[in-house]
């Protein structure tokens, strides 16, 4: 699969959690995985995991290709990107299939136990194939809500501006809705200051990340392709195809600016050649003071994470992260997850070639590098004081070829909690901690949580669906909770037919339709 194809399988989610023991770094399956958590008094087997469908589901819309939960782990919001609804704004017609692959955000929230879908929210300027709600972010009260749309066509610069121009195919757009007493607006239309050229978009929006109280936003554009270096760089440079940029964004009262628009300190002629896609997946921690950025496509696809701070309003370059088993191909920042602190960066490698398992002494991969496995990887980094290290290096419990474990990442506030998706993983079993030995359902995906006690980490859950299909891909997204006790899970290409909450799960009948799950 090209890059290119990937760019619309952004990561997706699905809730959860649990633990285990395991006999970590041997070559095979873990011997042991025991359920040891409770899942915040939410259940902890197939039969009390919550599920969700869109209120208005049909095959090929993609319900959960993305999600985001708040940090009390009551409100969720869920991307649909190929729903076809041509309304415009919160709580329009649902049943109006005029404008393909338009896209759809659905808000859920619990009382107690019990969940019920608050809002259905759509852009302010509906357009076909404009793929609203590929990525999503919640502040952590859940009241602020970030929507990017890739697709989106307006050559629009800034705040506000002229939403109805759709000159410039994928310029790509976000978008911010508030919450006030139970009731979802949109706050602001927000489009790159640079958009783009006639000829190909950008592809703003393609990933989007709020710190906790909302008022700082992240968005990067993967196609951006000024060859500027730096943060505040010429924009209008368009001589470095595919680079990317990320653009941040400040809120004082209900009112948005641009702050700054950033790109790495330099570059090498093979990545103004070649593109890194700078941006193809971003996280921010608490403050909004530290942002990771991924470099995905960074030296043949080696792939790289760098890392701003800001102080004041003024951004800069502080470290640039590689794993410690480098390998062409094998792409750091599929994935990025920080704490809240901002000390602890998850990252991860989808296409990593080692078949080692669970957790394994960062020097072991280096000599069990295998040609286009794709199994994956996940990375750990903390930072003490300005200097970043690598702290793990993680693989699934079951290694599998092509299983992309590493494609979505979620941790805790504390960065204690890491859930790590493998979206084409092939495990038939359903719930929590089944049988990973059974590989009859292809692609059926699946999540596995870990946990960090001082600075060692142990695998704890393997999660899989409570009605799993083959190529469902469950675990394309992932979100936690602040503590790590709730976990949501996203699978995009699940085919039930229900609709709404805790549906039938059996049914076959609406093809790639997707669901989200809640443990």
Known sequence: MSVRQLLYLAPIAAVLLASSSVVNGQDGVAEELVVLTDLAGLGRDENSVTYFKASNAGAYERFGESIALSADGTTLAVGAIFEDSSATGVGGDQADFSAPNAGAVYIFTRTGSNWSQQAYIKASNT????????????????????????????????????????????????????????????????????????????????????????????????????????????????????????????????????????????????????????????????SGNTLAISGFNEETNRGSIYVFERAGSDWFEQARLVASNPEIGDGLGSAIAVSADGNTIAAGAFDEDSALVGIVPSDQGIDDQRTDDAIGAAYVFVRRGDTWSQQA???????????????????????????????FENGG????????????????????????????????????????FARAEFGSSLALNDDGTVLAVGAPREADGAAGINGNQAADSAAESGAVYIY
């Open 127 to 286: 357009g076909a194939s404009d793929r609203f709600g590929l990525s999503v972010a919640l502040s952590h009260d859940g009241d602020t809500l970030a929507v990017g749309a890739l697709g989106e066509d307006s050559a629009a610069t800034g705040i506000n501006g002229d939403q109805h121009d759709n000159s410039i195919d994928n310029a790509g757009a976000a978008y911010i809705f508030t919450r006030e007493n139970r009731t979802w607006s949109q706050q602001a239309y927000i489009k790159a200051s640079n958009t783009g050229r006639i000829e190909e978009g950008d592809q703003f929006g393609y990933d989007v990340v709020l710190n906790g109280n909302g008022d700082t936003l992240a968005v990067s554009a993967i196609s951006e392709d000024s060859a500027a270096t730096g943060v505040g760089g010429e924009q209008d440079d368009d001589s470095a195809a595919e680079i990317g940029a990320v653009y941040v964004y400040s809120r004082d009262g209900a009112d948005w600016s641009q702050q700054a628009y950033l790109k790495p300190r330099s570059f090498s002629t093979e990545m103004l050649i070649g593109g890194i896609l700078f941006g193809f997946a971003i996280g921010m921690d608490e």
């Open 393 to 423: 290096f993680i693989k699934p419990t079951n290694t599998q070829v092509n299983q992309h474990f590493g494609w979505t990442l979620a941790l805790s506030l504390d960065g204690d909690t890491l859930a790590v998706g493998a979206h």
């Open 429 to 468: 079993s359903t719930g929590i901690n089944g049988d990973q030995r059974d590989t009859s359902a292809q692609d059926a995906g699946a999540a596995y949580v870990y946990s960090r006690s001082g600075t060692t980490w142990t695998p704890r859950a393997y999660v899989k669906a409570s009605n799993t």
